[in-house]
């Protein structure tokens, strides 16, 4: 089992910044995928973006510049920079943890609210 425990959400005024963060416990390695999605009022929830233990990343197009993902393996902890941010991205985000391997293994935090307007 893994556990995810999200943070960082908030208000915020257009163009600004927010960091999220994930933290990871339980069976989580570096066997694991991280990522973040969202989910807003009404729609399906979405990917955003993932990163590999070995920092390879992929992002939604529509993220690609103002979204950042990092992670710290040792700390089994992973982030999104998100700046320059609009309205359009008010949501709840959740981190994800996928097996490599196996498609079974994935794990969903809480998630945490995103609010962006002024």
């Known amino acids: 089992q893994v556990q995810l425990v999200e943070s960082g959400g908030g208000w915020v005024e257009p163009g600004g910044s927010l960091r999220l963060s994930c933290a990871a416990s339980g069976s989580i390695d570096t066997t694991y995928i991280m990522g973040w999605y969202r989910q807003s009022p009404g729609k399906k929830r979405e990917f955003v973006a993932t990163i590999t233990s070995g920092a390879s990343t992929n992002y939604a197009d529509s993220m690609k510049g103002r979204f950042t993902i990092s992670r710290d393996n040792d700390k089994n902890t992973v982030w999104l920079q998100m700046d320059s941010l609009k309205p359009e991205v008010t949501a709840i985000y959740y981190c994800?943890?996928?097996?490599?391997?196996?498609?079974?293994?994935?794990?969903w935090g809480q998630g945490t609210q995103v609010t962006v307007s002024s």
């Open positions: 994800n943890a996928r097996h490599l391997f196996s498609a079974t293994l994935t794990y």
